[in-house]
Structures are given as C-alpha cells and as structure tokens.
C-alpha cells in the first residue's frame, strides 16, 4: 500500500482524534514506529492492522472508519489540496461525478506511482447514478462514499448514497441526485491562494 495513503489515514487519527489516539493506534497495530512515511511503501497487511486498531480506539465499524477516512480527506482544512484536485473536475456536482473516471490518472499527474482504484460511472437517470470502484483494497467504496458526500457538501447538492455490497474487488455505490442547488457550496477559485 502506498505510503500517501497509510499518512492520510494516520493524519486522519492525529486531526480527528488526537495524537494520543493515534499512539494508541500506533501500539495495538504494533507499528514500531511513530507515523508513516508518505512516499514509501507498505505491506497491504499493516494497513488492514492499523484499521482494525482504529476501530478499537474509537468503538466504531470499520466501514463507518473508512467513510469518515473519505470525508476528512475532502473537508478537513489540512487536505486542501486533495479538495482542489477534485473540484478541477466539473462546475457542479453531476460534472464532478462525470469526472470521476479519469481521477486515477489525475491523481498519478500529482503522484505517479499512486495506483488508485479504477472507477466507473454510470448514468441510470437524469439524477440516478452508480459508481463501481475496482479496488485491490476492499472497502475503498466505503471512503468514496465519504468522498462523494463531502464532495455533495462542497457543490451545495443534496444526494443520498448507498454503498450497494461487494463482491470481492468490486464495489457499487448508488446515487440519486435529489436537488442540484439545495445549500450554498463551498467557493472555489482556480488560483490556489484562494477560497
């Protein structure tokens, strides 16, 4: 597992929760170290430790870990970046979600051996979709659900997402659109000093 993500996931827990916390984490997983190191990378395994140890920590399931995991990663301030990589991806959420088939190869224009899952979008109505997300890494579904619903937040778009199950490394969400313009979004501005 790249090391970018086992860091968001560890950031996760430092911002969320405190770095008490995470040295919780850090212990039960058995880590035997502090924090991980962005561009290494590490065995699948300790990735699926440090999950279980953090689903102890908080008492949660770990599918709602990942989803929280997926919203940090747009809405925290620390993350900024990763928002603004996003928001390149269309004016309104139904582009957002049109651009999500070529995320990988934007976030490889960022980090090129960051392998994400590959993701397909399908058009069931004018306001109904589903995402399949192919993914080495069960439960990455579960983050996108977090994604999209900050993502949702950020265009001012009322949607209701379901994670639909997997079956191996396949995954579906559905999306239904409820309303393109229900709250104010976030701004965004191209240049990067900006809102």
Request: aromatic letters at 8%; charged letters at 25%; one cysteine or more.
């Amino acid at each position: 597992m790249h090391g970018l993500m086992n860091r968001a996931i560890e950031c996760f827990v430092r911002d969320a929760y405190g770095d008490d916390r995470w040295a919780d984490v850090a212990r039960i997983a058995q880590l035997g170290f502090d924090g991980f190191e962005a561009m290494l990378r590490y065995e699948t395994s300790l990735t699926w430790r440090v999950l279980d140890a953090i689903t102890d920590v908080l008492g949660k399931p770990r599918n709602d870990v990942l989803e929280d995991i997926g919203t940090y990663l747009v809405s925290h301030p620390k993350t900024e970046a990763l928002r603004r990589l996003l928001r390149f991806g269309g004016v309104d959420f139904v582009d957002f979600l049109h651009s999500l088939d070529d995320l990988p190869e934007r976030a490889r224009l960022a980090v090129d051996d960051l392998d994400l899952p590959r993701l397909e979008l399908r058009d069931l109505s004018s306001n109904s979709f589903s995402l399949t997300v192919h993914a080495d890494f069960a439960g990455f579904g579960h983050v996108m659900v977090g994604v999209l619903r900050a993502m949702a937040d950020d265009y001012g778009a009322l949607v209701m997402l379901d994670h639909s199950g997997d079956a191996g490394p396949i995954e579906v969400i559905s999306i239904v659109l409820v309303e393109t313009a229900y709250a104010e979004g976030r701004s965004f501005h191209l240049g990067a000093g900006a809102g």
